[in-house]
């Protein structure tokens, strides 16, 4: 299996650009799961869906944030509009069942300029 | 509510040195109890896991993993440490079913030669 993967591995953008972060968990997982990552913030659980439905976005951090799980081999995170300040590392992560263990995808860095 | 604490943000150790990252956590359940590695530029990946059974778990990598109950602790060890073993160490707690886990703030280790 090649693992969870994630596009674009980097992005520099403009603020108040639009930017879709990509996922693709591993086959068979029913568990996905969105991260960002900072130096200030650390690890961060923006959102997580079971069997494609979004079960908790407590982390999301406002309205400019929003992901969607069309199907279980695809996963989308978007920022529209974009601010410097959500320059971060961002992660997918699967699992299968929920609770266990979460196989990590290689990021996505973003950059807002 | 769960929570991790790894009271240690920072370890230095020399090379061949032993290792010892401490976890503690709080879970109202039976907890699922994971260590994961971060190398710089790369994605967490699970080192070892903690189910059930035997208290003492090996992970990848030469780890190891003792589960006290009676501490609410899982502090990850390994007798003699490489120069690669040089990332952060992230504890996490989750329950089978539960969802999502939660992460530790992380330990950074520094190793020297």
């Known amino acids: 299996d090649a693992g969870v993967i994630q596009s674009p591995r980097h992005e520099v953008t403009e603020m108040g650009q639009e930017v879709t972060l990509r996922c693709k968990p591993i086959?068979?997982?029913?568990?996905l799961f969105w991260y960002r990552q900072t130096m200030m913030r650390g690890l961060e659980l923006l959102i997580y869906?079971?069997?494609?439905?979004?079960?908790?976005d407590s982390g999301m951090p406002e309205d400019r944030f929003s992901a969607k799980m069309p199907n279980a081999s695809f996963s989308t995170l978007k920022i529209q509009p974009s601010e410097p300040r959500d320059s971060a590392v961002y992660f997918c992560?699967?699992?299968?069942?929920?609770?266990?263990?979460?196989?990590f995808g290689p990021g996505t860095r973003l950059t807002v300029l | 509510a769960q929570s991790v604490t790894q009271p240690d943000i920072h370890i230095t150790v020399s090379e061949g040195a032993s290792l010892e990252l401490r976890c503690n956590y709080s879970?109202?359940?039976?907890?699922?109890l994971f260590w994961y590695v971060q190398s710089p530029g790369q994605g967490l990946q699970l080192l070892l896991k903690?189910?059930?059974?035997?208290?003492l778990v090996q992970g990848i990598k030469g780890f190891e993993a003792e589960f006290k109950r009676s501490q609410s602790s899982f502090n990850l060890r390994k007798p003699s440490v490489h120069w690669s073993d040089a990332a952060e160490y992230f504890c996490a707690v989750g329950a089978l079913g539960a969802g999502k886990s939660t992460f530790g703030d992380g330990t950074t280790l520094t190793v020297k030669p």
């Open positions: 903690y189910f059930s059974g035997d208290t």
């Open positions: 879970y109202g359940a039976t907890p699922y």
């Open positions: 869906f079971n069997n494609n439905v979004p079960i908790d």
């Open positions: 992560a699967s699992s299968l069942p929920p609770g266990a263990e979460q196989f």
């Open positions: 086959s068979g997982h029913n568990s």
